[in-house]
């Protein structure tokens, strides 16, 4: 069968550095998304990769490594807002994504 | 006035209740979706629409009932349903083709199965 796996909840201190991992085993690969969350919002798209390496987009990044089946979101200098869950998702061979349970992150002051 | 719009943002039914959930989207997309979210599980999807044409039903019980009137509203008719089924009930909608194809989800609908 296919699967995501993500941490169910991790906790950050505001300021600091925090990797979210995500490996999958899917039935074909044709890109990985990362969603955010915010309580009782709506997700919304923060990174896609589709080859190899690290994506970069301000505070956050992305890494993909398909031989590994793996992929972590990075977020850096950790503000308040940044506490959400963080959904990753495969999209298989067949175009369909298959989605972790995702992340909730907790930040303390 | 956000991209993806859903009403209501919060239902509490009985089992022999019948409700509708709405979406609108105004970003010009093609395809629309239902899913299902429910704590700490992954996303489920049940229904998605591409060009207002029904492609694909993941095994969705008959007490939901999709339609899709035109490319920017979706609606899940709701009957008879079961205490399991109280979730938070996303619509998103994508532009089939975009590199990536990426979703935009409404704020979702809360349902309570009393």
């Known amino acids: 069968g296919q699967n995501i796996d993500q941490p169910t909840e991790m906790t950050a201190t505001e300021g600091a550095i925090v990797q979210i991992n995500c490996t999958y085993q899917t039935s074909g690969f044709n890109g990985l998304f990362w969603y955010q969350q915010h309580a009782g919002e709506a997700p919304t798209f923060l990174s896609y990769?589709?080859l190899d390496g690290l994506e970069e987009k301000g505070r956050f990044s992305s890494f993909l490594s398909r031989s590994k089946g793996y992929s972590y979101l990075l977020l850096k200098e950790l503000q308040m807002k940044d506490s959400a869950s963080y959904l990753c998702?495969?999209?298989?061979?067949?175009?369909?994504?298959?989605w972790g349970a995702g992340t909730k992150l907790i930040i303390k002051p | 006035e956000t991209g993806v719009t859903q009403t209501p943002r919060h239902l509490v039914m009985g089992m022999t209740n019948k409700k509708s959930l709405k979406c609108e989207q105004h970003l010009g997309h093609n395809a629309m979706y239902w899913y299902k979210q429910s704590a700490k599980k992954p996303l489920e999807l049940m229904f998605v629409?591409?060009?207002?044409?029904?492609?694909e039903n993941n095994s969705v019980p008959s007490r939901f009932s999709p339609e899709c009137p035109n490319s920017s509203h979706l609606f899940l008719h709701l009957h008879t349903l079961q205490p399991e089924d109280s979730a938070l009930y996303l619509c998103?909608?994508?532009?089939?083709?975009?590199?990536?194809?990426?979703?935009?989800f409404g704020s979702g609908t809360q349902l309570s199965v009393l």
């Open positions: 998103a909608s994508s532009q089939e083709g975009g590199q990536p194809e990426k979703l935009f």
């Open positions: 990769n589709v």
């Open positions: 998702a495969v999209m298989d061979s067949n175009y369909q994504l298959i």
């Open positions: 629409y591409s060009l207002e044409e029904r492609v």
